[in-house]
């Protein structure tokens, strides 16, 4: 599970439509997402790691919130660089 970056809310009023598209030209360029926290059964990666993660696993991962904060739900072999 990996922690979603922080998105600073515009101070224009956006809608659903075009937060989308603003959130999917965003994940271009977070290549270095944290590791939240991993299954038991994984053992190459750890919590607090900065990993690299293709950008269409991103797109299809399921988002989680957990305590305030989205959270990427990815699957260790969608995990391509562990930096």
Do not use: C
């Not at 809608?15 to 598209?21: I, M, N, Q």
């Not at 030209?25 to 790691?49: P, T």
Request: net charge negative; hydrophobic share 45%.
């Amino acid at each position: 599970m990996l922690n979603r970056p922080e998105i600073k809310e515009s101070a224009i009023e956006l809608s659903e439509k075009d937060k989308a598209l603003v959130e999917a030209e965003l994940r271009k360029s977070w290549s270095h997402l944290e590791v939240f926290q991993v299954g038991e059964a994984v053992e190459s990666i750890k919590a607090n790691d900065q990993v690299y993660v293709r950008i269409t696993a991103l797109e299809l991962a399921e988002k989680i919130e957990i305590d305030g904060h989205m959270k990427f739900m990815v699957h260790e072999q969608d995990i391509a660089i562990v930096w």
